[in-house]
């Protein structure tokens, strides 16, 4: 009997542990975005390019991020929003969308090697960058909404008050991104990039260029004309007027603080420049025509490598039949850099009109059957070759004795008669396009074939 009893625990004890009862069903898995952790603002005027790196990892530090869209928002004021309340008073600038990349399936069985897609013109993927544009308005200039105070713990202690400053803060322009998964949910928040808001220097009226066979000059009016280029220079000050009947003097109020001071210092002037498309080079790789191309914004290429003191600049080569415009832009400040408006853009297509110089020291000698001729070659850089004339003693006008032009400052002319005297004359040719220019003739040399 106790054998028996024995034996219907020890089979229901192993029903009990092999009934293979599920338990209730796991939460997926859901991936979050890591924070955008750099970006950075730089600003041109009304024109704010705000660049930044998508996150390369979720927040469990798994790879790839799963990124499918990365929104940039911006706010103004003297301090930044606190971190949970950017999207409720920030605006938002842009929207990314991310190509999501399929992952890759296995199976038991053994698949084909997949077929490689073509490579993508710019990486828009995790841990690729991208470039958005803010066009400031008046509204962007001036205090934006103050974000309601987080709600406090229970058993936090009591937020102690906090002596306003004395002096106000300046006005900034913040800057911060999210990256969102495939199902909406937003990374946390990153950095900040931000910027002062001070005041913008005029830009530089009437900008005028030319151009001569070797560059372009630009030329323009300081900043603010006349009077702002006066107001950079401290004038003497006047001497007294004793008067008696004069009126005592009233002294004037103090002048209220502004919250942004204008940078102070001389004005300096970047140049931006545009040239058109070279039509031989070829086509560099893009995305597919009518796709969005708003995330790679590409702000404009500056012309002088750091701002000029002056009110001129030079540049070099000329580079004909393209065309180019050019703009200045004011510039204040030496560590930070507040860059104004662009002046309106000067803009022309620059003609090859220049011939190349007449060759020079043309020497003929004689030998048996042909007559040598040579010369000193010609520097210019768009040089294409060289013409060869012949023609009598008593010819007043020399034909061409080479069909196309003639690379070497050399020719031998094996065409002569014995006993005729020649006439020789050299012209160089410029390789424009469709019709070359040509130089005047070299001096003339005669010689007598053997």
């Known amino acids: 009997m106790k054998r028996f009893a024995y034996m219907v625990a020890a089979l229901g004890a192993i029903a009990v542990t092999g009934c293979g009862k599920k338990g209730p069903p796991l939460a997926p898995l859901v991936r979050i975005p890591g924070p955008v952790e750099t970006i950075a603002a730089r600003r ?24 499918e869209t990365v929104e940039v928002y911006s706010y103004t004021g003297r301090t930044p929003p606190p971190q949970g309340r950017w999207t409720a008073v920030a605006t938002l600038v842009a929207r990314v969308t991310v190509p999501l990349s399929p992952l890759p399936v296995t199976s038991g069985r053994r698949s084909p090697p997949p077929t490689p897609a073509p490579p993508a013109p710019i990486a828009l993927e995790p841990g690729g960058s991208i470039t958005v544009v803010d066009k400031l308005t008046a509204d962007d200039l001036v205090q934006g909404r103050v974000a309601a105070p987080e709600p ?36 946390p928040t990153g950095a900040v990039a931000e910027f002062v808001l001070h005041p913008l220097p005029p830009p530089p009226a009437e900008v005028e260029a030319q151009y001569t066979q070797t560059g372009v000059s630009l030329t323009w009016e300081p900043s ?17 007027i004793d008067d008696l009947d004069a009126p005592e003097p009233t002294v004037p109020a103090a002048p209220a603080v502004p919250a942004v001071a204008p940078i102070t210092g001389p004005t300096r002037y970047l140049v931006y420049k545009e040239v058109e498309r070279d039509p031989l080079a070829p086509l560099a790789p893009s995305a597919p025509l009518n796709a969005d191309q708003s995330w790679n914004a590409q702000p404009p290429v500056q012309g002088s490598a750091a701002p000029l003191p002056t009110l001129a600049f030079a540049d070099a080569p000329v580079l004909f039949e393209r065309g180019r415009c050019y703009s200045v832009r004011s510039v204040r400040g030496l560590t930070e850099l507040v860059i104004g408006e662009a002046s309106p853009p000067v803009c022309f297509k620059p003609v090859d009109v220049f011939p190349p110089a007449a060759p020079q020291q043309l020497a003929a000698v004689a030998s048996e059957g042909a007559i040598s001729l040579i010369w000193e070659p010609n520097a210019e850089p768009d040089l294409g070759g060289y013409l060869v004339l ?4 008593s ?24 006993g005729v005297r020649y006439v020789y004359a050299v012209m160089a040719v410029d390789n424009r396009v469709p019709v070359p220019n040509w ?12």
């Open 44 to 67: 041109l005027g009304s024109d704010v390019y705000v660049s930044l790196t998508i996150p390369a990892a979720n927040i469990d530090k798994s790879i790839p991020a799963s990124v």
């Open 152 to 187: 406090r713990d229970r058993g936090a202690p009591p937020v102690t008050s906090v002596e306003a400053p004395t002096q106000p803060l300046p006005l900034r322009r913040f800057y911060v991104a999210y990256a969102f998964s495939p199902r909406g949910t937003p990374g």
């Open 224 to 240: 603010g004309g006349l009077i702002g280029f006066l107001l950079e220079r401290t004038l003497p000050d006047e001497p007294p």
């Open 390 to 393: 012949r023609g009598d003693v």
């Open 395 to 418: 010819d007043a006008t020399l034909q061409p004795l080479t069909a196309t032009p003639i690379l070497e400052a050399r020719y031998r002319d094996a065409t002569t008669e014995p």
């Open 439 to 450: 130089s005047a003739e070299s001096n003339r040399v005669e010689e007598t074939a053997r």
